[in-house]
């Protein structure tokens, strides 16, 4: 059940640009056309004498926002058009309002420049590109390299050894609904409609980068149409928009170009991963070794975090990795659904999986064979761990048993070579500080206000749900509001933290909801008589914390920053499980590659919306297949940027690509984790898939790919 579908469907639900009010103007960005340099003079006079071109401005006085990871607001901390450098094609030169659409696009486009043009590197081996360490580059106890015991002298001494190195190429979100919204102001109150993961963030940012008080600025987010991380920070087109809506004294909308969309916003950074393993005859593994090169911009460090989930996924004894950053000429790179994870199980799967191969083991159960109840870095208890469960269960689903491990032995009815690949993935479980307010009416609906963003993930549902059964009302009573700062915080939701954190939340609400209800502490309530016996509609406010958290990340929130907890936590380490079963058809003469079939099981701790719940899982190995098969943002050597900047040459995937998928789950609560049993599932559903994919290639060939996508020119 989806509590929002019909208003979705319907197109009752308002996205951040959907809004029209009178008096409003339409702006547009002209961008920069080098791969780095100065820009020495904008011609607008064109752009000027275009009927119903209203304004045209190059230079904006904005503080800059600063970047998300290090302590701001933005997706980067670059602000552009507030000097006369340009670090990467693509960035905003000049933004123009019209009348309409139509006359601020062709006035943008009418917009030329003369740069002088600097060298720029776009590749982690680019000549001019800088490799920085991460734990010197930004010295934090949270970003040192991972080290348990001597990793590189067990592998050293194992009987099975393992080296293989993988890379990852940069990949774009291109979510559905594009970057963009809706300003204006009322007196000296700015209004911001736009889809966004972080209306806190666009609120403070905004507040930072205009030299305001926050108190003036109201951020509205209800509905994003997707954000898998793009939609996570104060993008750069927002705060020129508050200035020009400002100056005509209209309302703005500015929705960018899909194109355009690729220079602004974030994208999952290029990696290269090199993988070493040492193990004992039977395929146990000893020790591991994960080193990670991650390219980042010249302007800022995106931290990488991909050791983080590798050395937790199997017992071993010593575990070494290694995080280095690249800076290159782009815009900041950023969170993309399982951002680093996807990439890092992609690299240590396929791994594992020639180690199974190596040794001649099935790969299912040499991977349960180096299954732990301890995480190997803390020594720490894993709140839960129900990978076995996943694993066993989805081997079952599957038909596993069948499997002839010779690769190249199974065929399909048409003569395709058939393969079958597994793979394991996890994700960190985190919860963050949060708010929540209930309120209980005369007429017996229960209003939740609580930290949160409707995405397509179905918060709204989760909550309803939650809410509905404790009290035992209809879920049709219950109203959730999210995405909104006027009736709440609107921490950053992702980090598959937003169950976690507003479930918990709108649950300590329910406590109190009842103490000032005086009902009891269980069972059902009826909301309308309890409220008549009070006298009035009864309102509570609650802030919730992460396991160890104290009051300080309440503070954080409340002003715009993260205040993020876990993965580790006092006492316990939790993370998301999950186990995918591909199998693939390669056409022998073609060599196209289909996925006819996945077994998905996720242990993503008590299921709290079935419905919503598979539909992530769905989502997330969809996400996986196109990582494994087709998605790949190509860079331009020649202009810089990114080149293949449409729906037509970035090809996500599509019906045709996607067929059956069998999702399942282990719901098993865990209570230590938070009071409702919830951990996160958006983005360890797609972690892991892409590996399984390519493990079910090398299934069907014999050929193990170190490069994503796996494209028919290399199957061949
Ligand atoms: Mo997600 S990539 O944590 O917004």
């Not at 599509?654 to 009071?675: L, S």
Request: hydrophobic content about 40%; aromatic content about 6%; charged content about 20%.
């Amino acid at each position: 059940m989806r509590v929002d579908a019909y208003d979705k469907v319907t197109g009752k639900a308002l996205y951040g640009a959907d809004r029209v009010l009178p008096g409003m103007a339409f702006a547009a960005l002209a961008l920069a056309k080098i791969g780095r340099g100065r820009v020495s003079g904008v011609d607008t006079s064109a752009a000027l004498a275009v009927p119903g071109v209203l304004l045209v401005e190059t230079k904006f006085d904005l503080a800059s926002p600063g970047f998300l990871m290090g302590g701001g607001f933005g997706f980067q901390s670059l602000q552009p058009m507030t000097d006369d450098h340009i670090a990467y094609r693509g960035q905003p030169i000049a933004i123009v309002v019209a009348e309409t659409p139509v006359a601020a696009t062709e006035a943008a486009e009418a917009i030329t420049a003369e740069y002088e043009e600097e060298p720029f590197a776009l590749h982690l081996d680019s000549e001019g590109a800088t490799t920085l360490v991460q734990e010197e580059a930004i010295p934090l106890p949270f970003l040192a390299d991972i080290k348990v015991g001597d990793a590189d002298a067990v592998i050293d001494s194992c009987a099975v050894r393992i080296e293989e190195t993988f890379e990852h190429p940069p990949q774009h979100a291109v979510p559905m609904e594009l970057n963009g919204g809706v300003v204006w102001w009322q007196d000296d109150r700015l209004i911001v409609h736009e889809g966004t993961q972080n209306a806190n963030a666009v609120r403070f940012g905004l507040a930072q980068q205009l030299g305001i008080d926050a108190e003036l600025i109201e951020v509205h987010s209800p509905y994003v149409g997707g954000g898998f991380g793009q939609k996570n920070s104060l993008l750069v087109h927002i705060g020129p928009l508050a200035v020009v809506s400002r100056r005509l004294g209209r309302p703005v909308k500015l929705v960018l170009a899909r194109t355009q969309t690729f220079h602004n916003g974030s994208f999952r950074p290029a990696t290269k991963h090199r993988i070493r393993l040492g193990a004992d005859a039977t395929g146990r593994i000893l020790a591991a070794v994960h080193e990670v090169d991650q390219q980042t911009s010249r302007h800022d460090l995106f931290i990488a975090g991909h050791t983080e989930v590798t050395s937790r996924l199997y017992g071993f004894s010593a575990f070494r990795g290694r995080q280095r950053l690249v800076q290159t000429d782009v815009q900041t790179p950023g969170y993309m659904r399982a951002p680093f994870e996807s990439p890092s199980m992609f690299a240590f799967e396929q791994a594992v999986d020639e180690l199974a191969h190596t040794v001649g083991r099935d790969p299912v159960q040499l991977r349960l064979d180096n299954d732990t109840e301890t995480d190997p870095v803390t020594g720490l208890p894993f709140s839960s761990r129900h990978v076995g469960d996943c694993l066993r269960r989805g081997a079952e689903l599957f038909g596993w048993s069948g499997r002839n491990p010779e690769p190249g032995s199974m065929r399909a009815e048409d003569g395709s070579l058939v393969g079958w690949g597994v793979a394991i993935g996890n994700y960190p479980g985190s919860i963050v500080a949060a708010n929540a307010t209930l309120t209980a009416s005369a007429d017996g609906r229960v209003t939740v206000a609580v930290d949160g963003h409707e995405m397509g993930q179905g918060i709204r549902s989760t909550v309803a749900l939650l809410v509905a059964r404790d009290l035992g009302i209809p879920v049709a009573d219950v109203t959730v509001q999210v995405g909104d700062t006027t009736v709440g915080t609107q921490h950053l939701t992702a980090g598959s933290w937003g169950t976690a954190t507003a479930l918990p939340a709108v649950h300590s609400g329910l406590q109190e909801l009842r103490k000032h209800l005086n009902v009891a502490d269980t069972g059902d309530v009826d909301v309308a008589s309890a409220v008549a016996d009070a006298g009035h509609a009864v309102q509570v406010s609650v802030g919730s914390l992460g396991p160890g958290q104290t009051a300080d990340a309440l503070a954080q929130t409340n002003t715009g920053h993260l205040a993020i907890s876990g993965p580790v936590f006092p006492g316990f380490v939790t993370f998301s499980w999950i186990a995918h079963f591909v199998e693939v058809h390669v056409e022998p003469t073609t060599c196209r590659i289909r996925v006819p079939r996945v077994v998905s099981v996720a242990d993503c701790g008590r299921v709290a919306s079935p419905v919503t719940a598979a539909s992530q899982v769905r989502g997330g190995v969809i996400w996986g297949i196109g990582a494994a098969l087709r998605e790949e943002s190509m860079v331009d050597d020649r202009v810089g940027g990114f080149l293949n900047t449409t729906l037509e040459e970035y090809p996500v995937m599509v019906n045709a690509d996607v067929h059956r998928i069998d999702v399942d789950f282990i719901d098993k609560p865990d209570y230590q984790f938070n009071p409702v049993g919830v951990k996160g599932l958006g983005e360890v559903s797609m972690v892991g898939a892409a590996a399984a994919v390519a493990n079910a290639v090398h299934h069907a060939t014999g050929r193990r790919h170190h490069r994503l996508p796996i494209r028919i020119e290399h199957v061949l």
